[in-house]
């Protein structure tokens, strides 16, 4: 089979390549609002209530998605892609990635860490952008490490390959998250050199979150008080038409002026975990312990708040039912196990397993290489468990979407969403597929035959150098 064709009535700037022995980029090409795309005779899993359409046509304009289904007219002019013989995802969505980090993911020291944030440290440069889009994948929780009990704040990203500030990475309107983790890691982080840290036991770890919230809900406590006082303030002022003043003191204040309190004193730390309490920012909790997956559930009630994902959750099969009842989505491994003790009672069946008991489950990375074939890591929840493969793929696509909270934009092919779109040989489950084009926001951000024939040049010009 041929490599999609794309036809332009145009001549348009080339896309980004990055052949395999230079790091370099041409970066995204420039388009009018007013372009039209057109991808068509493609067999589309839309993922979404049109099911699997044959031979099909999407049209996209201004980066969304403007039409779906098998008997679109393609308006003249537009640019084509003829992907016939192909088959068109939604772009694969990593709900567990490091990727696009620059100087590393964890702050280790101290066991809360809550005002950190990764998209402080985002690389666009970083060459597993460009790789992953190879792969597929167009968007990824970019979360922080987990030597604390409590870490930092992640950052939900679009692969958007040739930008030049870490900023245009960011998936603008997603909710913002948190990274917590359990077990080994906040627990041995003690250990592995320089000051030792409280805690450095499983009950320490628990303690420790614990005691973040109750000065957490102290905090809130406080804000919330000034808040309603300052409110309270600006009614009575409406009333008497007086001034407003700050400061402790109401003395030599006249005139029907009103005394404005003062406002406590910010803390970063404080902001994060007031966000949780409050529903604003998403809890991603790397676990993996069945016992510890219930611990956080209870402490999590205890103090008020909800857990949007565990993360790992390699025992989640054991307490499917108690994390559904919570309401927590589950993003795990397709079968990773042997490295660790916790990973001792893994399973391949866990994903299908907590999906029959009514958790929302996604497979996610946790790394740069895997990233690339997060397709196949879905297949096996066909072996592993029997999903069918609409449910299965649903895991690197629509599911990671709703956890992330951005399943409103991407995460399945409708009218209305952007398009975030993966171009495959083949089915993704097929054993000789592979990716062949890879669209963000409908930019052309991985094209299969560029790349080769950029490889091509790049070794012909290496070759005859001296």
Same mark, same amino acid.
């Given at each position: 089979?041929? %490599?999609?064709?794309?036809?332009?009535?145009?001549?348009?700037?080339?896309?980004?390549?990055?052949?395999?022995?230079?790091?370099?980029?041409?970066?995204?090409?420039?388009?009018?609002? !007013?372009?039209?795309?057109?991808?068509?005779?493609?067999?589309?899993?839309?993922?979404?209530?049109?099911?699997?359409?044959?031979?099909?046509? +999407?049209?996209?304009?201004? &980066? $969304?998605?403007?039409?779906?289904?098998?008997?679109?007219?393609?308006? @003249? &002019?537009?640019?084509?892609?003829?992907?016939?013989?192909?088959?068109?995802?939604?772009?694969? /969505?990593?709900?567990?990635?490091?990727?696009?980090?620059? &100087?590393?993911?964890? @702050?280790?020291?101290? +066991?809360?860490?809550?005002?950190?944030?990764? =998209?402080?440290?985002?690389?666009?440069? !970083?060459?597993?952008?460009?790789?992953?889009?190879?792969?597929?994948?167009?968007?990824?929780?970019?979360?922080?490490?987990?030597?604390?009990?409590?870490?930092?704040?992640?950052?939900?990203?679009?692969?958007?390959?040739?930008?030049?500030?870490?900023?245009?990475?960011?998936?603008?309107?997603?909710?913002? &998250? /948190?990274?917590?983790?359990?077990?080994?890691?906040?627990?041995?982080?003690?250990?592995?050199?320089?000051?030792?840290?409280?805690?450095?036991?499983?009950?320490?770890?628990?303690?420790?979150?614990?005691?973040?919230?109750?000065?957490?809900?102290?905090?809130?406590?406080?804000?919330?008080?000034?808040?309603?006082?300052?409110?309270?303030?600006?009614? %009575?002022?409406?009333?008497?038409?007086?001034? /407003?003043?700050?400061?402790?003191?109401?003395?030599?204040?006249?005139?029907?002026?009103?005394?404005?309190? =003062?406002?406590?004193?910010?803390?970063?730390?404080?902001?994060?975990?007031? @966000?949780?309490?409050?529903?604003?920012?998403?809890?991603?909790?790397?676990?993996?312990?069945? *016992?510890?997956?219930?611990?956080?559930?209870?402490?999590?009630?205890?103090?008020?708040?909800?857990?949007?994902?565990?993360?790992?959750?390699?025992?989640?099969?054991?307490?499917?039912?108690?994390?559904?009842?919570?309401?927590?989505?589950?993003?795990?491994?397709?079968?990773?196990?042997?490295?660790?003790?916790?990973?001792?009672?893994? +399973?391949?069946?866990?994903?299908?397993?907590?999906?029959?008991?009514?958790?929302?489950?996604?497979?996610?990375? *946790?790394?740069?290489?895997?990233?690339?074939?997060?397709?196949?890591?879905?297949?096996?929840?066909?072996?592993?468990?029997?999903?069918?493969?609409?449910?299965?793929? $649903?895991?690197? %696509?629509?599911?990671?979407?709703?956890?992330?909270?951005?399943?409103?934009?991407?995460?399945?092919?409708?009218?209305?969403?952007?398009?975030?779109?993966?171009?495959?040989?083949?089915?993704?489950?097929?054993? *000789?597929?592979?990716? =062949?084009?890879?669209?963000?926001?409908? $930019?052309?951000?991985?094209?299969?035959?560029?790349?080769?024939?950029?490889? %091509?040049?790049?070794?012909?010009?290496?070759?005859?150098? $001296?």
């Amino acid at each position: 089979m041929k %490599t999609p064709t794309i036809h332009r009535p145009v001549a348009l700037r080339p896309v980004a390549l990055v052949a395999a022995l230079v790091l370099a980029s041409a970066g995204p090409r420039a388009e009018s609002q !007013d372009t039209v795309t057109a991808i068509t005779n493609a067999r589309i899993m839309t993922v979404g209530q049109a099911g699997t359409i044959d031979k099909g046509t +999407i049209l996209i304009k201004g &980066g $969304k998605i403007t039409a779906v289904g098998a008997n679109v007219t393609v308006p @003249e &002019g537009a640019t084509t892609i003829d992907a016939a013989g192909r088959v068109v995802t939604p772009g694969i /969505i990593d709900a567990h990635s490091h990727t696009a980090v620059e &100087g590393g993911v964890n @702050e280790c020291t101290n +066991i809360v860490t809550a005002e950190v944030r990764v =998209e402080d440290a985002l690389d666009p440069r !970083d060459i597993s952008i460009y790789r992953q889009l190879a792969g597929g994948v167009t968007a990824a929780n970019v979360l922080h490490g987990s030597c604390n009990s409590i870490g930092g704040q992640n950052a939900t990203i679009k692969l958007r390959w040739g930008v030049e500030s870490g900023d245009a990475l960011l998936f603008k309107g997603a909710p913002p &998250g /948190i990274k917590f983790a359990l077990g080994e890691n906040p627990k041995r982080s003690s250990f592995t050199g320089g000051a030792r840290r409280y805690p450095a036991t499983r009950m320490g770890v628990e303690v420790s979150i614990r005691d973040a919230f109750m000065e957490a809900k102290a905090y809130k406590k406080e804000w919330d008080a000034y808040e309603a006082a300052v409110k309270t303030i600006a009614g %009575t002022r409406g009333k008497s038409g007086g001034p /407003i003043h700050s400061g402790r003191s109401a003395g030599g204040l006249g005139g029907g002026a009103v005394q404005r309190p =003062e406002a406590p004193r910010k803390n970063l730390q404080m902001e994060a975990l007031k @966000e949780i309490l409050e529903g604003k920012r998403l809890v991603h909790a790397h676990s993996y312990r069945a *016992d510890e997956i219930l611990m956080l559930i209870d402490v999590a009630n205890e103090m008020g708040f909800k857990i949007a994902t565990f993360q790992h959750v390699l025992e989640g099969y054991k307490v499917a039912t108690e994390i559904a009842k919570h309401g927590a989505g589950a993003s795990t491994f397709s079968d990773w196990w042997a490295y660790k003790m916790e990973a001792y009672d893994a +399973i391949p069946h866990n994903a299908a397993i907590m999906a029959s008991h009514g958790v929302l489950v996604s497979l996610n990375s *946790d790394s740069d290489e895997l990233a690339r074939r997060l397709y196949w890591e879905a297949a096996k929840a066909v072996r592993y468990g029997g999903v069918s493969e609409d449910e299965a793929f $649903k895991m690197v %696509t629509l599911n990671p979407a709703k956890q992330l909270g951005i399943d409103q934009w991407v995460g399945s092919i409708e009218v209305g969403k952007d398009a975030d779109l993966a171009i495959f040989r083949a089915h993704p489950f097929a054993a *000789d597929t592979r990716v =062949e084009m890879t669209l963000v926001d409908g $930019k052309v951000m991985f094209d299969r035959s560029k790349d080769v024939a950029a490889r %091509t040049g790049v070794a012909a010009t290496l070759g005859g150098a $001296k």
